[in-house]
C-alpha cells in the first residue's frame, strides 16, 4: 500500500478571467504607485509596499474570493478571503526570488501578462530533507517543480510554500502578475 500524507496542493485555474478583463486590471496596476521590491532582483517594480487591497469589493475580488472558498474546501482549510493584494511588473532580464509569504495560509498569483519567453513559477519541494536524497529519476528534479505561465492563469498555494522563478531570468518585455495574501475570515 503506498499512502500520501501530508499532501501540498496547488491548485491552477486555467484562463481564469478573458482579455477585455485582463486589459482593465492591467490598467488600474499601471496607475498605481511601484517601487523596487527586495523579492524582485533586476528591472522591475511592485505595488507591495503599499499593504492595500485595490481589489476591496470588485468583481474580480468576488470572482477570486469564490475560487479560495473552493480550494478552501478541497483542503479542508476554514474559509480564507484576500487580505491584500499587490502588483508585480517585470521587463526583460528581472526574475522573482525564491521566497514565502510567512504566515499567510493561502497565497494567489493571477498571470496577466505573459509569453514563451516569460519566467516559470517554480515551487521548491517543502520537505527539508529532500535535497538529501538520491533519486533514480533520469533529468528531473524532484525538489523544484515548475509551471510554464499563461495569461489568465489563477494559482492558489500554501503561503509558507517556497516559491519564485528559480532564478530563472525573464525573457519577454513585460511580465505582469497580481499576487495576494489571504486570512482567515471566520465563520
Same mark, same amino acid.
Given at each position: ?29 499601471? /496607475?498605481? &504607485? ?11 517594480? %511592485? =505595488?507591495?509596499?503599499?499593504?492595500? #487591497? ?48 510567512? /504566515?499567510? &495560509? ?11 519567453? %516569460? =519566467?516559470?513559477?517554480?515551487?521548491? #519541494? ?62
Amino acid at each position: 500500500m503506498l499512502l500520501s500524507i501530508f499532501p501540498t496542493k496547488i491548485k491552477k485555474i486555467e484562463n481564469f478571467l478573458d482579455q477585455n478583463y485582463i486589459n482593465d486590471i492591467i490598467l488600474k496596476i499601471k /496607475s498605481l &504607485p511601484h517601487k523596487n521590491h527586495d523579492a524582485i532582483m533586476g528591472n522591475a517594480t %511592485s =505595488s507591495h509596499f503599499q499593504c492595500s #487591497n485595490f481589489l476591496k469589493e470588485t468583481d474580480l475580488e468576488k470572482k477570486i474570493n469564490e475560487e479560495i472558498a473552493k480550494y478552501c474546501a478541497l483542503c479542508g482549510y476554514l474559509n480564507n478571503k484576500i487580505a491584500f493584494c499587490w502588483a508585480n511588473i517585470q521587463k526583460k532580464d528581472s526574475f522573482l526570488t525564491m521566497h514565502d509569504h510567512g /504566515s499567510t &495560509p493561502i497565497a494567489g498569483a493571477l498571470f496577466l501578462k505573459t509569453d514563451k519567453d %516569460s =519566467s516559470k513559477l517554480c515551487f521548491e #519541494n517543502p520537505n527539508p530533507y529532500s535535497k538529501m536524497m538520491s533519486y533514480n529519476v533520469v533529468n528531473k528534479d524532484l525538489n523544484t517543480i515548475c509551471f510554464e505561465v499563461q495569461i489568465g492563469d489563477l494559482f492558489l498555494f500554501p503561503g509558507w510554500l517556497t516559491h519564485g522563478s528559480n532564478y530563472e531570468y525573464n525573457k519577454s518585455d513585460e511580465r505582469i502578475v497580481l499576487s495576494f495574501n489571504c486570512k482567515y475570515i471566520g465563520e
